[in-house]
């Protein structure tokens, strides 16, 4: 299995990804290069359509890999067969955009976070430590899950069902989480809480949090290492400040000027309209 | 002071539930805009925000009723009118809305002058289709959309160009005042700066009169608009100038709303967020006194007994709570 101590969590080398059908080929992800150290939060941004998603399928082991290869922790990733696959899921676990569309709609909620409980391992573990267990996850996310029982996902609120991901996350421990866009179908109340959680739960199992994202400035709150993406590359990478405090590429420029900000003016003059 | 285009005068509407429970989502909501001045509505999802911006247009639809309060646009009570005459006489002309999401706006089978010429055709009968496409062109060219998108089926459009189009079909015949109901919160940056573009160039040019922007969220409303209006639990609690309300927020809510803002720019990394602990309160069984002391930090046994109304303050804002603007800020500023 992986080497335990590599400082390097997960990497890639000449990564590409063409989406093929009939003649026309769409080259979503063109031969990048990316290396991401345990333990750090690390922001993918780009705009709709720059490859953010496709990267973040590849990296799950959802979809194939045109060319190139992913190291996981030093060692080139093999998932060729679904045991593999399996086994590489329980370091790596992901939060989508729509929570409304992560659950299956017929388990209860408490088989959904009994599910995870099960998947490390805890299938002898007594009823009553499990139901602590749960409670303990719940708690994390300021969640009361005396109140969850017997109930399904789509009686909660946008907001719950992603902080109950997040549960589940708590209960799963991987090395790997990667959220893509998790906050941007939710309002901007809970979407503070739900990044403060995720650096909390960062801090509780030490794992790498992998944030995808279009919005520049959550980018700059919660991550130590930003990567830029525009059409598949990625144009600018390097820590946070560096990136977004004094941006290089006029992309990343352009990405930062778009956002609206409070203590400078927004400059709508650059606009074009005939983009 | 310029001319008031809308006035709406404690407007109380509820929708009724299928189990006949009363639920008050806009209560006794006094606003006025005046001409040339944008007002920003800002509050959490399900704080009655779009429920006010279908209320102000008249759109009284079951399970959304009526219930008092006057809505005068430009001198014109619209709020005893039937929502069909609504729907002829005030919409598109007196007010314009743009939903949330322009893609599920636009029926796919038609191509986007057909829906110009409906606009058109719902106010003036008449009308000749050759006028009105040579209208649409002046117009789409005015607000820098191509012309060739008049032929286009909607699917074949981007999500901001589609945003952008719905707008300009809104905004067609001219009216009074135009409610933006989160235009650009499916959008990636770039497309949400050129709607908030478009948007206030209609301003400037008078192709609209007066605005209503509403979103959560507070930076861009904060850019956008002249006056913020902060709105809990279907009720206003704030109500002052974009700096003040940002700045200097009165009510805990607004302080705990500004405590969420997250921007790209020095000192914000690592910062603390605040976030507001517990949920909105159920509408159907309302909580006595202030709507908000369930999960405020300052709260005292009279916020939970007392009916709450909205004070001034200085500045000409107006705010809901029990203490005064000096009890508040100190206790801000020791945290």
């Not at chain 2, 006094?30 to 759109?59: H, R």
């Not at chain 2, 607000?143 to 160009?161: A, F, I, N, R, T």
Request: glycine share 6%; aromatic share 8%.
């Amino acid at each position: 299995m992986a080497d335990e101590t590599c400082e390097t969590c997960l990497s890639g080398t000449n990564l590409t990804k063409i989406y093929a059908f009939g003649k026309s080929r769409t080259v979503a992800v063109d031969n990048i290069n990316f290396c991401f150290n345990a333990g750090q939060v690390i922001s993918i941004v780009g705009e709709s359509g720059s490859g953010k998603t496709t990267l973040a399928k590849m990296l799950l082991g959802l979809t194939n890999v045109t060319s190139g290869q992913i190291y996981f922790r030093g060692k080139p990733l093999d998932i060729s067969t679904s045991k593999k696959r399996k086994e590489y899921w329980k370091s790596i676990q992901a939060i989508f955009q729509d929570p409304y569309s992560s659950y299956n709609i017929f388990t209860k909620i408490d088989d959904v976070l009994l599910d995870c409980i099960h998947l490390r391992g805890g299938r002898k573990v007594p009823k009553e430590e499990k139901i602590a267990m749960m409670e303990e996850a719940c708690r994390f996310v300021n969640l009361k899950f005396a109140e969850l029982t017997n109930k399904y996902p789509f009686e909660l609120s946008g907001g719950q069902m992603q902080r109950l991901m997040i549960a589940r996350v708590f209960l799963l421990k991987p090395k790997i989480l990667l959220a893509d866009e998790p906050t941007s179908m939710i309002d901007a109340c809970s979407r503070a809480s739900i990044l403060e959680m995720l650096l909390k739960l960062r801090d509780e199992i030490n794992m790498t949090l992998i944030f995808i994202t279009h919005d520049i400035g959550l980018a700059y709150f919660i991550s130590d290492e930003v990567y830029i993406m525009e059409h598949g590359k990625i144009v600018e990478s390097g820590s946070a400040d560096e990136v977004i405090l004094n941006p290089k590429e006029a992309y990343t420029k352009r990405l930062i000027n778009d956002v609206p900000k409070i203590y400078e003016p927004w400059d709508l003059s650059t606009v074009d309209y005939h983009l | 002071m310029g001319k008031t285009i809308l006035k709406v005068d404690n407007l109380k509407t509820k929708y009724i539930t299928r189990y006949n429970e009363d639920v008050y989502a806009v209560n006794d909501v006094s606003l006025e805009v005046e001409e040339g001045k944008s007002l920003g509505i800002a509050g959490e999802s399900g704080c009655g925000k779009s429920t006010l911006a279908l209320s102000l247009m008249g759109y009284y639809f079951a399970p959304l009723h009526y219930v008092s309060g006057d809505i005068v646009i430009d001198g014109k009570n619209i709020s005893s009118l039937e929502p069909d005459a609504v729907r002829q006489s005030v919409l598109g002309q007196e007010i314009a809305y743009i939903p949330q999401s322009a893609m599920n706006a636009l029926n796919p089978t038609r191509k986007i002058i057909n829906f110009i010429e409906d606009v058109v055709l719902a106010h003036e009968p008449n009308s000749d289709k050759k006028e009105i496409r040579q209208l649409a062109e002046t117009r789409f060219e005015l607000l820098g959309l191509p012309k060739s998108v008049l032929d286009h089926y909607p699917v074949e459009l981007s999500g901001g160009m589609k945003q952008r189009t719905v707008i300009a079909i809104s905004v067609f015949l001219s009216p009074k005042i135009l409610i933006a109901d989160e235009p650009s919160s499916a959008l990636d940056v770039s497309s949400q700066k050129m709607v908030i573009k478009m948007l206030l160039d209609l301003m400037d040019r008078g192709l609209v009169k007066a605005m209503i922007f509403i979103t959560h969220e507070l930076p861009l409303l904060y850019n956008v608009t002249d006056d913020i209006m902060v709105m809990y639990a279907g009720q206003i609690v704030e109500k002052g100038t974009a700096r003040q309300t940002v700045f200097d927020p009165l009510h805990p809510y607004s302080k705990g709303l500004m405590g969420s803002i997250i921007v790209p720019e020095a000192g914000v990394r690592n910062s603390k967020l605040s976030s507001i602990p517990g949920v909105p309160p159920n509408l159907k069984h309302p909580p006595q006194g202030c709507q908000f002391a369930e999960r405020c930090k300052y709260v005292v046994e009279e916020c939970k007994t007392h009916e709450i109304s909205m004070r001034p303050a200085e500045g000409d804002r107006a705010y809901r709570c029990i203490f005064g603007e000096d009890v508040l800020r100190k206790a801000y500023n020791n945290g």
